[in-house]
């Protein structure tokens, strides 16, 4: 099961102390607010998180798979995320059903991978 805009503002709502209007007034400035810095083409990195950053991709040549005809494919910007390596060791972790607990306590003593390269 997804977890939903409405269940980040109930978690907020119980484990903040929030109002349930705070919270999703709260969640809403915050996705806002990366939906602005992410158009502006400019890059988000979130510490023991991950980066959001906005590609350019240059038009190219593709091939319909059906006829096999050449096509182009026009130039775009696209999204991309980046896990941080403690992101990635805390849900290895807790897929390999590691208690939380463990998962939290390794997870403070990490770095946070903040370099600045783009795969």
Known sequence: MAMTKADIVE?????????????????????????????????????GFGNFVVREKRSRVGRNPQTGQSIEISARR???????????????????????????SRSSEGDDDDDDSES
């Open 11 to 47: 978690a907020l709502y119980e484990k903040a102390g929030f109002s349930k209007k705070d919270a999703a007034d709260l969640v809403e400035m915050v996705f806002d607010q990366i939906k602005q810095t992410l158009a502006n083409g400019q890059k988000i990195k979130i510490s």
């Open 78 to 104: 696209v999204l991309t995320f980046r896990p941080s390596q403690v992101l990635r060791a805390d849900v290895n972790a807790a897929l390999e059903g590691k208690p939380l607990s463990e998962v939290q």
